[in-house]
């Protein structure tokens, strides 16, 4: 191990690096093999954006491709066409709508929650933290099918009530992830502002709530992504055609049994991933560091 | 969870934090209201139904004691084989998409230029993986002159019909979770960055090589983050649904017929909500009881470091 033979004084040459040892060679092994690996991972992606672009011809001889020989953006006007004349523009109100809608009602619910849970001491806190956090592992199905027969009882089948309503109470998920938050703001804070008269709404309206910024953020990109891609609790409730969310047009649009315009079907999939991309390059910071630390300090 | 405890403990000290109850409900009420009426209630409500033959349509149903259970435990082959599915998809998704979601997360550990960017192109498929644009997307794929059977034959070989045949349609599905291992991923890589230096260190001037490295100093570390990896993929695993739902429809020969699909489609295609709420209480006890026994093995396993507790 020793470069340095102390018994002789003499001076024990090292073996020669290897090629591969070389910083060099190493950096270039290393994004080599990573880089490749990426774009395994992504060329499903590319390729369906590149097929959305590719002409009726070229979707099926030219398959391996990402790039169209020849560009074909008519894809896209076909395609935003819709179905049994709605078009895509319709689909897209109804998403926006309910994503945006839904994100407002269950972030901010789960801000109010959360700071309940954080700062103030109550009997049952411990027991009613618990129970929040055993519901993360509930499964949807016990709880859906009771769910549908009361909305079907009050005649909201085909509204967006039953989506909204069972948000008021915020998510488990991001209660979990705000309470967090709360907890590395410093009690200081809290306790100045009490000396100073405040009550615990004004501490949560005042000190806590200008400080969440960045968890509330967070959630919001969460909460905003999930919603866009819902699925069963819309494909429950949603029959009629005009309410259909992105997700739902999409699953008829390219129902195999009577579309096959596949340009069209790609243009409209890679277009419904648009926005879902364009939050997660912006935003993507504050994504890492949620599923990093809602993760890491469970 | 157990940081709660932590807080609490210190925070007991402080005189001046006094116990204020109504506070306390007012802002946890909504939470609350919602818990009994979207949560508890149904989840009651569904295991009343479970006893019951409730059909949808003409709202109502009669008292029928276990004969719910008995169909789906003895009668229903459809069952049989959902379980089977769900199963095998648990048994091959979670574990493959754990390991790609370690290996790359330890790849991806390092200070080099543009990690930033991998990290991001590693991320992505997990970003629209649950979509049901990537769906579709994987339906064309693997269809019968799709994708992937196109590059084989120019490969010169000829493709199976992936989705048609019962041996290799659950494959796509695998195939497609183990394709967004990207948060399991991002924790990983978190936790990674939290394992001192100065253990790697030491073990190399020891002369641990790298293999010994990962298995004396990593895993270990890495302990509680598995763990909790574990849990959360094992839960959603079970809950799979809207990707069958797309790419194979349960076919063929139900070969992917998961739980979640088949709980659906006897509540709303068929209408047989009583038989269906009996299959979502068993799906319920059976993941309560899959948690606990993981959690209970946990102390085999989960290493903790002493000093600082459960972070």
């Known amino acids: 191990m020793a470069a340095v033979d102390f018994s002789t004084r003499k001076q024990v040459t090292r073996p020669p690096t290897p090629w591969y040892r070389h910083p060099l060679a190493r950096s270039i092994l290393y994004h080599g093999l990573v880089a490749t690996a990426a774009l395994i991972m992504l060329y499903p992606i590319l390729w369906l954006v590149g097929s959305s672009f590719k002409p009726p011809d070229e979707i099926w ?29 319709t689909f897209y109100r109804n998403s926006l709508f309910y994503a945006t809608l839904g994100t407002i009602l269950s972030v901010s619910a ?46 909201w089948l085909n509204t967006f009530y039953p989506l909204l309503l069972p948000r008021i109470g915020g998510s488990a998920f991001f209660i979990f992830m705000i309470i967090q938050f709360i907890r590395s703001i410093p009690v200081d804070l809290d306790e100045a502002a009490m000396i100073d008269g405040a009550s615990k709404v004004g501490i949560f309206l005042r000190v806590i709530l200008p400080q969440l910024t960045p968890a509330i953020i967070t959630a919001a ?4 992504y999930w919603t866009w891609d819902e699925f069963l609790v819309p494909l429950i409730y949603l029959n009629s055609p005009e309410l259909y ?34 939050i997660f390059i912006t935003f993507q910071r504050y994504l890492v560091e949620g599923i990093s630390t809602t993760g890491l300090k469970g | 969870m157990a940081a709660a405890t932590l807080t609490k403990a210190k925070r007991r000290k402080r005189s001046s934090f006094g116990q204020d109850n109504l506070v306390g409900y007012l802002f946890i009420g909504p939470w609350l209201a919602a818990f009994f009426l979207f949560t508890l209630i149904p989840i009651l409500v569904s295991l009343a139904l479970s006893f019951t033959d409730y059909n949808v349509l003409s709202n109502s149903g009669d008292f029928i004691g276990l004969d719910n259970f008995q169909r789906m435990f003895f009668e229903d082959r459809r069952y049989a084989r959902s379980v089977n599915a769900t199963l095998k998809y648990v048994v091959f998704a979670v574990p493959l998409r754990l390991v790609f979601a370690l290996g790359v997360a330890m790849l991806l550990n390092t200070w080099r230029r543009g990690v930033g960017v991998y990290r991001a192109a590693f991320y992505a498929p997990s970003i629209v993986g649950g979509s049901i644009a990537v769906a579709v997307m994987w ?118 017929l998961f739980y979640a699909l088949y709980v659906y489609r006897r509540a709303f295609e068929l209408n047989e909500m009583g038989y269906a709420s009996a299959m979502a209480w068993v799906m319920l006890m059976v993941i309560a009881l899959l948690t606990a026994l993981v959690f209970r093995s946990s102390s085999y396993w989960v290493h903790y470091e002493s000093d600082e507790g459960p972070a």
């Open chain 1, 61 to 89: 001889t030219n398959q391996t491709a990402i790039l169209p020989i020849e560009p074909y953006p008519q894809n896209y006007p076909n395609g935003w066409a819709g179905f049994g004349g709605i078009s895509f523009a």
């Open chain 1, 110 to 155: 789960s801000a109010v929650v959360a700071y309940g849970f954080a700062r103030v001491r109550f009997r049952g806190r411990r027991l009613w933290f618990a129970i929040m956090l055993l519901t993360l592992m509930l499964p949807t199905q016990v709880q859906i099918i009771p769910q549908y027969i009361v909305f079907k009882q009050l005649g």
């Open chain 1, 221 to 224: 990109i969460f909460s905003f």
């Open chain 1, 245 to 278: 969310l992105v997700s739902l047009a999409l699953r008829t649009f390219s129902d195999p049994s009577g579309q096959t315009d596949w340009g069209a079907i790609f243009a409209m999939s890679a277009l419904s991933l648009l926005p879902v991309f364009v």
């Open chain 2, 139 to 256: 339906r064309e794929i693997f269809g019968n002159d799709g994708l992937v059977n196109f590059t084989l034959n120019l490969l010169g070989i000829e493709g199976p019909n992936w989705l048609g045949r019962p041996e290799t349609a659950i494959w796509t599905l695998i195939i497609l979770a183990a394709w967004q291992f990207g948060s399991p991923m991002l924790i990983f890589l978190a936790g990674l960055k939290n394992i001192p230096k100065h253990l790697y260190e030491s073990a190399e001037i020891d002369g641990a090589n790298a293999f010994q490295r990962f298995l004396r100093i990593t895993l270990p570390m890495l302990t509680p983050i598995i763990f909790f990896n574990l849990i959360m993929q094992l839960i959603s695993g079970f809950m799979v649904f809207t990707q069958a739902f797309i790419v194979t429809q349960g076919k063929p020969l139900d070969t992917t």
